[in-house]
């Protein structure tokens, strides 16, 4: 097994068998972080290979002091996706105007209502405090474990999972959710 750190380095350094390891030990986490960006899963796919690609021509630019590896590959496959997403928002709708007011009318409302809940989640992420809004977004942006944030932040395990509980309880009220057994005080 290799230390946290030093596999990103392999692959820098040419090793090739450092690549299906960097596969095996990260494609979970890219994969998670790909699906929240894309929807369809064949997309997916393609901007999961397009993540390696990248992560192998930019593994040389890993700092271990900086950052944990998971951190880096996170941070790699976030902004590849987001850039990815931005391209596509700038290609032409190719879809026939009377398929999408089909759509709109079957699915407007709750695209705006998920809308409206998503910018109310925001907002209560906004009003926390920082420690607990920079654990709540690596957990739920990044998709990192709890572990990985702990070793991010430098905070306690149990802080990190309390700053989560606490930031899932608050954004729950502030949506008028009831807690769900076992949640709250």
Same mark, same amino acid.
């Given at each position: 097994?290799?230390?946290?750190?030093?596999?990103?380095?392999?692959?820098?350094?040419?090793?090739?068998?450092?690549?299906?390891?960097?596969?095996?030990?990260?494609?979970?986490?890219? +994969? &998670?972080? *790909?699906? !929240? $960006?894309?929807?369809?899963? @064949?997309?997916?796919?393609?901007? #999961?290979?397009? %993540?390696?690609?990248?992560? +192998? &021509?930019? *593994?040389? !630019? $890993?700092?271990?002091?900086? @950052?944990?590896?998971?951190?880096? #590959?996170?941070? %790699?496959?976030?902004?590849?996706?987001?850039?990815?997403? !931005?391209?596509?928002?700038?290609?032409?709708?190719?879809?026939?105007?009377?398929?999408?007011?089909?759509?709109?009318?079957?699915?407007?409302?709750?695209?705006?209502?998920?809308?409206?809940?998503?910018?109310?989640?925001?907002?209560?992420?906004?009003?926390?405090?920082?420690?607990?809004?920079?654990?709540?977004?690596?957990?739920?942006?990044?998709?990192?474990?709890?572990?990985?944030?702990?070793?991010?932040?430098?905070?306690?395990?149990?802080?990190?999972?309390?700053?989560?509980?606490?930031?899932?309880?608050?954004?729950?009220?502030?949506?008028?959710?009831?807690?769900?057994?076992?949640?709250?005080?």
């Amino acid at each position: 097994m290799n230390p946290d750190g030093q596999l990103l380095q392999r692959i820098a350094d040419g090793d090739r068998s450092a690549v299906s390891e960097c596969i095996d030990r990260y494609s979970g986490l890219v +994969w &998670s972080l *790909a699906r !929240r $960006f894309i929807a369809i899963e @064949a997309d997916a796919e393609e901007a #999961v290979q397009d %993540v390696f690609m990248e992560l +192998w &021509s930019k *593994a040389d !630019r $890993f700092d271990p002091d900086k @950052a944990a590896e998971a951190t880096f #590959v996170s941070m %790699v496959a976030r902004r590849r996706l987001i850039d990815r997403g !931005r391209k596509e928002s700038r290609l032409p709708d190719r879809q026939p105007l009377a398929d999408l007011e089909q759509q709109l009318s079957k699915d407007g409302h709750a695209a705006i209502e998920a809308s409206v809940e998503s910018e109310r989640v925001l907002q209560a992420i906004d009003r926390m405090e920082p420690d607990q809004r920079r654990v709540l977004r690596m957990a739920t942006w990044l998709g990192m474990t709890h572990a990985a944030i702990a070793e991010e932040t430098d905070l306690p395990l149990g802080t990190v999972k309390s700053h989560l509980r606490r930031g899932l309880i608050r954004i729950r009220e502030q949506l008028g959710i009831a807690p769900a057994d076992g949640a709250g005080s």
